[in-house]
């Protein structure tokens, strides 16, 4: 599980490992040079012409001593450094001597000419928390208008560490390189899109920096995998748990279809379809493995409960809303899954617009609850506006968590889990996933893993993962413009295969 850090969080570790375990800060801001300036050979091979634009802080000092490595290997470098504002660090002043001893001279103007086959910014890092403004800005500007390769040193200047707002102007980089952890704004948009390519570069700070505190934020990676229940030699498919979806409507098949077909394709023993007659022979045609349990429109209201109620005695794990329409007979269905289930529910889609409009089952329900709303989605259940939403992603998903006691799943292009074990932030998947059916699978995929008994925040987070591994798989596969919903089913398999076979 990697650490995802904000800007007092990493103030917070590199602190530690100087105070606490004694490392000195210019070991470490040597480390750091030493690495930037690595990835800026990688970039610029042979020797070239550099230019280094450094503000009057510990960032800026990383940019004079990467300027000073960069000099030794025989690159032509020009150094720009902010005027002397009286708050000019130690370490920073430390590095112009340096510079000063080896001739090395440093320049409070612009070159006028910007023949440069690569710049560097070095004037914030991750504490600017405002635009820029003034000379700041003025330079910014400037470099953003060159055709040089542009390498912003640990955080773009202009762009917030901790939520990936973009100010205007900021340092749009080709490559950031940033140290120790990787900062939350460069996961979020637009802001990883203004870092580029991002290099998390080990400089001595480690686990231990925390001193026992827990990170707020984490991104799973592939060994996080093996969370994922061993399937034993000895079972049968009641072993594997049983899954309850209750989906579709006229015309809506193919939701119930994705949430079945993917809890199967996660591992489930069992799935059971609840949905209406007219949805009986596509299921049973396209996923004969499923039992299927269906309602027609003429039957009574206590039919209709009774029917649900011996089907939700029968789950382990509920996954219900995908197609399933928000006429009364499906409000009525998700008011008595969430008054009577006592296993794990999964809310998607349909569910969540009914849920809009009655929030107080959320508050009322026996079950323990997952909820997997988009952006619009989610703006109908916390009343707020989509761009409001966008720009707090985190926050969104946390403050709802924590309001109704229940596990968030904010679906983006960088999708937020929060939840009572913490706040979870996705780095797989790709825009080849943005098709129809593609969030109907996500629901199954997590009803899935839940129903083999992972813990439910668990399977929130790991089977978000997992679905934008198989979008990845998929695109690779064919094309990011072709993948379909059935593509990502397959493309399950595929994952499955290369991390847990």
């Not at 500007?141 to 560490?161: C, E, H, K, W, Y």
């Not at 809303?321 to 008054?339: D, E, F, I, S, Y």
């Amino acid at each position: 599980m990697k650490r995802i850090v904000n800007s007092e969080e990493m103030k917070f570790c590199d602190s530690n490992t100087i105070h606490h375990f004694g490392v000195p800060s210019l070991v470490l801001m040597e480390r750091a040079a030493l690495l930037v300036t690595e990835e800026t050979v990688k970039a610029v091979p042979g020797t070239g012409r550099v230019l280094i634009v450094c503000g009057n802080g510990n960032n800026g000092a990383d940019g004079l001593a990467v300027a000073r490595l960069l000099y030794q290997r025989g690159y032509a470098i020009v150094v720009v450094q902010t005027p002397d504002n009286g708050k000019r660090s130690l370490e920073n002043q430390l590095q112009r001597d340096i510079l000063d001893k080896y001739g090395i001279k440093i320049t409070e103007q612009m070159p006028q000419s910007f023949s440069f086959d690569c710049v560097i910014d070095a004037l914030f890092g991750v504490g600017l928390t405002r635009a820029l403004t003034g000379i700041y800005a003025q330079w910014i500007q400037l470099l953003n208008q060159t055709d040089s390769f542009r390498i912003a040193i640990d955080m773009p200047s202009g762009v917030s560490a901790d939520d990936g707002t973009t100010y205007e102007p900021s340092f749009a980089a080709h490559l950031t390189v940033t140290f120790a952890y990787q900062k939350a704004g460069q996961l979020f948009y637009p802001g990883c899109e203004t870092c580029g390519k991002v290099v998390i570069a080990d400089i001595g700070i480690t686990d231990e920096s925390w001193l026992g505190r827990r990170p707020g934020l984490f991104a799973p990676e592939p060994s996080d995998l093996l969370r994922i229940p061993k399937r034993p030699a000895r079972s049968n498919k009641g072993t594997f748990g049983r899954v309850l979806v209750i989906a579709g409507s006229m015309g809506m098949a193919g939701a119930a279809l994705f949430c079945a077909k993917a809890a199967y394709a996660c591992g489930c023993g069992l799935v059971k379809i609840v949905t209406c007659e007219e949805n009986r022979s596509i299921i049973q045609t396209s996923l004969p493995e499923a039992i299927l349990s269906v309602y027609q429109t003429q039957d009574s209201e206590q039919m209709r409960e009774d029917l649900l109620a011996e089907a939700i005695r029968w789950a382990d794990v509920i996954a219900i809303g995908p197609g399933l329409g928000t006429a009364p007979a499906a409000c009525k269905m998700t008011r008595q899954v969430l008054l009577t289930a006592k296993t794990p529910v999964i809310a998607d889609a349909d569910a969540l617009r009914i849920l809009a409009d009655q929030p107080d089952l959320l508050r009322q329900s026996s079950a323990s609850l997952i909820v997997t709303p988009h952006p619009g989605e989610m703006a109908g259940l916390c009343k707020k506006k989509i761009p409001d939403i966008l720009k707090d992603l985190r926050g969104v998903a946390v403050q709802f968590a924590a309001q109704y006691d229940l596990i968030c799943v904010l679906k983006d292009a960088v999708t937020v889990t929060a939840g009572p074990s913490g706040t979870y932030l996705n780095t797989s998947g790709c825009s080849a996933m943005a098709k129809g059916g593609s969030g109907d699978i996500l629901t199954g995929m997590i009803a899935a893993l839940a129903a083999q008994g992972m813990e439910l925040q668990e399977a929130a987070y790991i089977g978000v993962y997992l679905h934008g591994l198989a979008g990845e798989a998929a695109a690779e596969q064919t094309g990011s413009y072709s993948v379909l919903a059935g593509d990502l089913l397959h493309a399950i398999g595929t994952v499955f295969h290369k991390y847990l076979a």
